[in-house]
């Protein structure tokens, strides 16, 4: 029996550091889907609140470019608001009224409002942006701003 419950602990661990890792490397992409209008329901009754918005940023010698995976959504459901050091993406993914009232038996997507706030890594030009959303997934490039070199200063006596 002592075999077995070392096989248990161990996959238990494994598991456990997967979920670790996934939290710990996601930098926010594990996204809360509050209250809306309508919301998908588990299996059990509950509706889902949490999904997966992965999203990737980098920058090229002129802007800070940031992709954002929200399938399922409409152009006029996001919002988009630009600060010194980060972007918040916010939205409200709906259900179609046809899945309102079903037993599922398997329910992963998630509804409702949600917020998804992504690190900056230089100072951008908000008012240049340019903003597109195709076949799921949401691209904002900004352009960088110019940073002013470090200047050294002169001590008066």
């Known amino acids: 029996m002592e075999p077995l ?34 919301r998908a329901v588990d299996p059990a009754g509950e509706p889902q609140s949490w999904s997966l918005l992965a999203a990737e940023t980098w920058e090229t010698a002129r802007s800070v470019v940031i992709r954002l995976e929200v399938p399922g959504m409409n152009k006029d459901d996001l919002g988009i608001v630009v600060h010194a050091n980060r972007i918040e993406i916010r939205g409200e993914k709906r259900a179609d009224q046809a899945q309102l009232g079903r ?55």
């Open 103 to 157: 037993r599922y038996h398997l329910a992963e997507r998630a509804f409702g409002r949600f917020e998804r706030t992504i690190p900056l890594p230089h100072g951008v030009d908000a008012g240049k942006a340019e903003t597109t959303y195709r076949d799921g997934v949401l691209t904002v490039i900004m352009p960088k701003t110019e940073e002013v070199p470090p200047r050294p200063l002169t001590i008066s006596s």
């Open 5 to 38: 419950k070392t096989l248990v602990g161990r996959a238990w661990e494994s598991l456990a550091e997967g979920w670790r890792e996934l939290l710990t490397r996601s930098n926010g992409a594990l996204t809360h889907f509050g209250a809306g209008e309508d």
